[in-house]
């Protein structure tokens, strides 16, 4: 007999987070982490069918260098950060269910960062389960940063220029150089600000698949929340993922709402005690 093992028991919530890594529940052997290739990730018509390929002014090399130290900047200042992460995950079909969970990332007292689960339901699941790779999924590759200690990780290509509503935007192609064993990558496309540098969209999905653990496309949109900051709010995939058992639609979409900055500069001082006050009825001193 072959023992089950459970669907996001709450125990374990906070820890397996639903993210963009899915396992068919007729097998969960996993498999060798060759890289994935993915035409409709790696061509720029594919991914960024308005860019156009204008060389921009400043070297492209200089910028993308200017991007990555941009992101490490946002992710330092997000850690500084309290939120609401909202996650809905669907069994479309064959079968209909559902995963949700809602937790806040928050600071202890003394600044320590943490997840706070405040909305877990039991799963109605079907079709797929959750693997242990969805929190790092979520945690990092949902919403990617291209920080500059990553970016020797990462090959990045310049595709063009696309305007996104009033935005004008540099589009690059991103994907990992080699894919380490137990690591986790993002391959797509970024967009840009090219005022600001910041990375306000990305489209892509998670690498490398393993054997039946398959990741859905999806794009992530960023917000301005603070100064030159770009801020994710919204995460949302909808695709097929083609198991050996058969094909599974899943819908998955991810809200960071109620940004707020955490005041850690702080301190509480020394406690002392304070004199009582003198009693109102007690006799005047002789």
Sequence with gaps: MKLREPIFALSVAALLIAGGVYTARA?????????????????????SGQANGAAPSVPVDEIIHKVAQHESDFKAERDNYTYTQEVLVEDVAPNHGEYRLT?????????????????????????????????????????????????????????????????????????????????RYFQGTLWVDDQDLAVVKSDGKAVPDLKENLFPRFVTYRENIAGKFWFPTYTHADDILHFSSGDVHIRMTVRYKNYKRFGSTIRLGESKELPSAPDSNAPPKK
């Design 27 to 47: 097998t969960e052997a996993q498999g060798s982490q060759a890289p994935t290739s993915d035409p409709a990730l790696s061509s720029p018509q594919a991914t």
């Design 103 to 183: 937790s806040d990332i928050v600071f202890t007292p003394a600044g320590k960062r943490y997840e706070q689960v405040t909305f877990a339901p039991a799963s109605s699941l079907v079709d797929f389960s959750l693997s242990p790779e969805d929190a790092r999924d979520l945690e990092n590759v949902q919403p990617f940063v291209l920080t500059a200690e990553d970016l020797p990780k990462y090959d990045v290509q310049y595709v063009g220029r696309e305007k996104i509503d009033d935005l004008n935007t540099y589009v690059f192609r991103v994907a990992p150089k080699k894919i380490e064993k137990g690591q």
